[in-house]
């Protein structure tokens, strides 16, 4: 129940934001997934150059924000494809592409409400990526973009807002220290002199993070003894059941037989003894 309600609250702060900004997400945060399996980054972008005029347009307000906050959740597989969702400012948008060593190439969608009717909902792009690690822990990249990006419309005729677009061509550069990474990035507006400059700055976590060989035979070897267990269990509860069925029969037929019953009384002792044994490696590698 929780989680739907926080789903539905998510939602109804998407749909009052939808005329909020678009623009092209991190190069470094796509290229720090190094490892199989979910990420969660966070990042905050600043802008800065001559798009911050302030211009009135038909009776509605254009301004575009001077910074935003991403939040990306990725992950990747096959050890080179990505998928994942971004957001800025709380809008989705679905990234796709790949991640290699040195070469990755992201590319990302999303739909905005435009001012005008006649104009496409879509803000998106592509985006190609080179890497060059200077240490295990230090890599410095560039990045080549071609987005149309948006970016919000104070209307007050429309409710929610409204967004405006604009075609962009640019280059960027970064640096990534473990999961810490600064970038800048230049764009210039296509059929404008408008020239944007964007510092960004993101953190990246794993939610899930890939197994070791090491850990992949601990836990191979976890499931094995955990199935033992099952099966000396079960094997005790077998043994004990004939044994005393068995002094039943013995005790109705008047027939002793200490003898017999000693063996089977020593085999339920050593079933135990290995199932001892065994529950104290399953605590090891648990």
């Not at 739909?111 to 060059?132: Q, V, Y």
């Not at 410095?140 to 104070?154: K, M, P, Q, T």
């Not at 280059?171 to 220290?177: D, E, K, L, R, S």
């Given at each position: ?24 997400p ?27 005029e ?18 990306s ?64 822990n ?69 939610v ?47 027939v ?31």
């Open positions: 129940m929780a989680r739907g309600i926080l789903w539905i609250v998510l939602a109804v702060c998407a749909l009052l934001l939808a005329g909020c900004s678009n623009h092209p991190s190069a470094a945060q796509f290229m720090n997934m190094k490892k199989n399996g979910g990420s969660l980054t966070i990042g905050a972008t600043a802008r800065a150059g001559d798009n911050l302030k211009r009135r347009v038909e009776d509605s307000f254009h301004q575009e924000g001077y910074w935003n906050l991403d939040f959740a990725l992950c990747k597989f096959f050890n080179f494809a990505m998928i994942g969702v971004s957001f800025e400012n709380i809008i989705p948008r679905g990234v796709l592409g790949f991640n290699y060593k040195y070469l990755g190439m992201q590319g990302w969608a999303g739909f905005t409400k435009p001012i005008s009717s006649e104009d496409s909902p879509f803000a998106g792009g592509i985006m190609l990526i080179e890497e060059l690690p200077v240490g295990d230090f890599r410095i990249g560039l990045s080549e973009h071609f987005s149309r990006n948006a970016y919000d419309v104070s209307d007050p005729n429309m409710y929610g807002g409204a967004s405006d677009y604009y075609n962009e061509f640019g280059m960027g550069a970064y640096m990534t220290f473990m999961n810490f990474s600064l970038e800048f990035r230049y764009g210039r507006e296509i059929k404008s002199p408008n020239n944007r400059f964007y510092f960004m700055m993101n953190y990246q976590f794993y899930v993070k890939e197994r070791t060989e090491e850990e992949k035979q601990r836990r191979r070897e976890l499931k094995a003894a955990l199935k033992k267990r099952a099966m000396l269990s079960k094997e005790i509860k077998t043994q004990k059941r004939q044994l005393k069925q068995q002094m039943h029969e013995d005790e109705q037929q008047g002793d037989n200490k003898e017999n019953r000693e063996d089977e009384l020593i085999r339920i002792r050593e079933l135990r003894d290995s199932l001892d044994v065994l529950k104290v490696k399953i605590r090891e590698l648990d």
